[in-house]
Structures are given as C-alpha cells and as structure tokens.
C-alpha cells in the first residue's frame, strides 16, 4: 500500500475512535441528584438542622389527640373523636440561612418565639443549626411564666437515605405538660432523632426524650410524611403530646402512665414570598 494511502486509513481510524468516545460520553449516565434531607426545618416536634429557602413563609399545624389509644374505642373512634392539643406555627426566613418565627400550643396556652439559624449547610454531610428563643405561659395561675432556652441540632446522613440527628437542649424551666411535677430549673437535656427517605415523597421519622429532671419515663413520637410540592403532612404515633422546648425537655405526661400512646398529625404549608 502506498504511503498516502496508509496516512488516510490512520486518519479514518482516528476519526471513528474520536466519534466512539463523544457517543459514549453522551451515553454516560447523568449523576444522581444530592441528597435530599428527609425532614423540612421541623422533624416531627425538634428543630431539624436545615432552614427553609430565603423569603419562605411556612405555616405550621400540630394536632395530638387527647385521649390514649389504650383507653379508646368505637364511641370516641378509638381517640380520632377526642379533644385535642393544637399548636399554630408561623416562621419567616428574612435572610438566608435564617428562620424566625412562633408557636402557640393549647396546653398551657404556651407561646414560644425562636430564631435558628443554620451554621453548616450545602453539600456538607454534616449539617448544623443553632436555635434560641422562649416559652410564655399564658394560663391562668401557671407559676414561672417563662422559659428562656437554647439549642443545636447536628444531622448526618447515612447511605443517602437516613439522618441521624443529636439535639443538645438547655432550658431555665422545665414547665412539663401540666402541674403534675414542679418547676424545673435549669434543665440539660440531649434529644435524639431519626429520618428515613422510604421514596422521594414519604418519609418516616423519631423522636426520642431521654428521661431527666424527676421524668417518669423516656418521651418518644414516631411519623410516617407524605410530601407534596411544598406541603408536608405526617401521621403520628407517640406517648408524648408536648410541641414546644419547655414542655418536651424533662415530659411527665401529664401525670398518666409513660405507657400511653397517643395519635396525632402535623400539617406544614410553605410559599416563596
């Protein structure tokens, strides 16, 4: 074969080595989106570590039903037709990074403002928040009507899917859930929680209160959440009905047994102002 031959037959071999390689990069798979945290700025009562994007407005609903299941049946719909503790919530993010906001809960007519603000956040695998705020007890006759306290939550992700969050938690008063135990002053307590992704739309989520501070028992609330495009609503199912940092801290459950379990739900609408 003559030598101008050969230079284009090594040109040719070039050019279709050069189109293989540009079809297999443009065959290469996309890679998989981020993580996403399976829990919005609340988990089920805690802080989780995240803030919601700047200029959101979020409203939030608790309802704990108030009578046990164990003590239920097909006249109070098995407690789905009992009274209920409702807690409202409103938050703002004016700044990125940072969420202010209240809630109002029934029981002790309590109203907590806070102010969290997310420390590490991104593509971290570690997220953290801090949280200060207080609780201002409105009902009549309640002794020590206010609670100062502060929080940091640190989350974790494991495999993509669960996030294990560490919520240390100090509070000047322990208020409880009702005038079952004194005041407590001073309170330290470390909160545990747990967040599972079962899909991109349903979440299933814990919470554990370790018992401190003259506490009958260990306080603890399961979720199964269903997500929509900014919508959150969980089931629950639990042994404690407290929402806010003063009740939640040291339970006493209302001076019935820890044993007791409890339905409820939580309803969290958003929008991008």
Same mark, same amino acid.
């Given at each position: 074969m003559k030598l101008p031959a050969r230079l284009l037959l090594s040109f040719a071999v070039l050019a279709l080595r050069g189109q293989s390689?540009? /079809? $297999?990069?443009? !065959? +290469?798979?996309?890679?998989p989106p981020p993580a996403r945290p399976p829990e919005?700025?609340?988990?089920i009562n805690f802080p989780s570590a995240d803030v919601a994007p700047l200029r959101t407005l979020q409203l939030h609903f608790t309802h704990?039903?108030?009578?046990?299941?164990q003590d239920s049946n097909i006249h109070n719909l098995f407690s789905f037709d009992s009274g209920a503790a409702v807690g409202i919530g409103l938050s703002y993010v004016p700044v990125e990074h940072l969420e202010v906001g209240f809630l109002r809960e029934r029981t002790l007519e309590d109203y907590e403002g806070f102010a969290k603000y997310a420390v590490v956040s991104g593509d971290s695998p570690v997220h953290v928040a801090v949280r200060v705020g207080g609780d201002w007890r409105t009902e009549r006759g309640y002794p020590e009507v206010f609670?100062?306290? /502060? $929080?940091?939550? !640190? +989350?974790?992700?494991?495999?993509d899917r669960v996030r294990l969050s560490v919520i240390p938690t100090?509070?000047?008063?322990?208020?409880?859930?009702?005038?079952v135990l004194p005041i407590r002053d001073n309170v330290f307590n470390?909160?545990?929680?747990?967040?599972v992704a079962v899909t991109r739309t349903i979440?299933?989520?814990a919470e554990m209160t370790v018992r401190r501070a003259q506490s009958p028992g260990t306080g603890w609330i399961v979720a199964i959440e269903k997500t929509l495009l900014r919508h959150r609503f969980s089931f629950t199912v639990g042994n404690t009905k407290a929402t806010t940092v003063d009740q939640y801290i040291a339970p006493d459950f209302n001076g019935l047994p820890h044993s007791n379990v409890y339905f409820g739900f939580n309803l969290i609408r958003q929008w991008k102002l």
């Amino acid at each position: 074969m003559k030598l101008p031959a050969r230079l284009l037959l090594s040109f040719a071999v070039l050019a279709l080595r050069g189109q293989s390689a540009h /079809a $297999q990069q443009d !065959a +290469a798979p996309e890679p998989p989106p981020p993580a996403r945290p399976p829990e919005g700025p609340i988990i089920i009562n805690f802080p989780s570590a995240d803030v919601a994007p700047l200029r959101t407005l979020q409203l939030h609903f608790t309802h704990r039903f108030a009578d046990p299941v164990q003590d239920s049946n097909i006249h109070n719909l098995f407690s789905f037709d009992s009274g209920a503790a409702v807690g409202i919530g409103l938050s703002y993010v004016p700044v990125e990074h940072l969420e202010v906001g209240f809630l109002r809960e029934r029981t002790l007519e309590d109203y907590e403002g806070f102010a969290k603000y997310a420390v590490v956040s991104g593509d971290s695998p570690v997220h953290v928040a801090v949280r200060v705020g207080g609780d201002w007890r409105t009902e009549r006759g309640y002794p020590e009507v206010f609670t100062f306290f /502060a $929080q940091a939550t !640190a +989350a974790a992700f494991l495999w993509d899917r669960v996030r294990l969050s560490v919520i240390p938690t100090f509070a000047t008063k322990a208020a409880g859930q009702r005038f079952v135990l004194p005041i407590r002053d001073n309170v330290f307590n470390v909160l545990f929680a747990t967040s599972v992704a079962v899909t991109r739309t349903i979440n299933i989520q814990a919470e554990m209160t370790v018992r401190r501070a003259q506490s009958p028992g260990t306080g603890w609330i399961v979720a199964i959440e269903k997500t929509l495009l900014r919508h959150r609503f969980s089931f629950t199912v639990g042994n404690t009905k407290a929402t806010t940092v003063d009740q939640y801290i040291a339970p006493d459950f209302n001076g019935l047994p820890h044993s007791n379990v409890y339905f409820g739900f939580n309803l969290i609408r958003q929008w991008k102002l």
